[in-house]
């Protein structure tokens, strides 16, 4: 069935170090990902999307990296802050069946230690 | 703030009664969602507004869902005999559809239902 899923629960980096989340998604009919920054008590914030004609796209310290062969997803944070700890949680979507829905894996939480 | 906006924040209710929460949209944004987030869990999708039509609902809605944007701006999710297992976040997110492809969605700051 439809699934997105991340490797890790939990990940550990010390400030100032590069940091990556992962993401493996089932459905091969998904065309468009979305990384989502969730800080306790709030509600996802946008950080960066793709699309499935993309293998790379970088945004402002956040590159997200696409591997459609093994169905694959990543979000690189560069030289991460103590504000980047948070939970971070990938989507998709099929967008060619124009539908809105968005499917969340369960999501990473990233401590960022001083 | 121009965001998505959602209120109540918090609602703490007793089994067996109604609630009903709010989600005002980003300006122009013609699509809006309903997503429900447990406690360690990625948000679950509810149901999509497309101006005032609801396009799709997702087997979760159960009969106790109700939700209605009227006038395709603000919209309204209602619980009806609410149950404990309703607890949860429950948030709403808006997006610009151009009518092709998929569109960025940005969430609101949820409302925090507790069923007592």
């Known amino acids: 069935g439809e699934s997105v899923g991340l490797h890790l629960p939990t990940l550990s980096v010390q400030e100032g170090d590069n940091s990556i989340i992962n993401c493996a998604y089932s459905?091969?009919?998904?065309?468009?990902f979305i990384w989502y920054k969730q800080e306790s008590g709030k509600g996802p914030q946008f950080i960066i999307d793709?699309?499935?004609?993309?293998d790379k796209r970088q945004g402002q310290r956040v590159t997200v990296l696409l591997n459609k062969t093994v169905k694959h997803l990543s979000l690189q944070i560069a030289a991460t802050q103590p504000g980047d700890s948070a939970v971070y949680f990938c989507?998709?979507?099929?967008?060619?069946?124009?539908?809105?829905?968005?499917?969340f894996g369960q999501g990473t939480t990233l401590q960022v230690k001083p | 703030d121009t965001g998505v906006s959602q209120d109540p924040r918090h609602k703490i209710t007793k089994r067996g009664q109604n609630v009903t929460f709010r989600c005002d949209p980003i300006?122009?944004?013609?699509?809006l969602y309903w997503y429900r987030q447990t406690l360690g869990q990625g948000p679950e999708f509810l149901t999509y507004?497309?101006?005032?039509?609801?396009?799709?609902k997702s087997r979760l809605l159960s009969d106790r869902f109700s939700a209605e944007r009227p006038k395709g701006s603000f919209s309204t999710l209602e619980i009806q005999r609410t149950e404990q297992g309703d607890s949860a976040m429950y948030l709403c997110?808006?997006?610009?559809?151009?009518?092709?492809?998929?569109?960025?969605?940005?969430f609101g700051p949820g409302t925090r239902l507790t069923v007592l």
């Open positions: 793709i699309r499935s004609n993309m």
């Open positions: 997110a808006s997006s610009h559809s151009r009518g092709a492809g998929t569109d960025t969605q940005y």
């Open positions: 459905n091969s009919a998904s065309d468009y």
């Open positions: 300006s122009e944004h013609n699509r």
């Open positions: 989507a998709e979507n099929i967008g060619s069946s124009n539908t809105g829905k968005l499917i």
């Open positions: 507004f497309q101006n005032e039509a609801q396009l799709e």
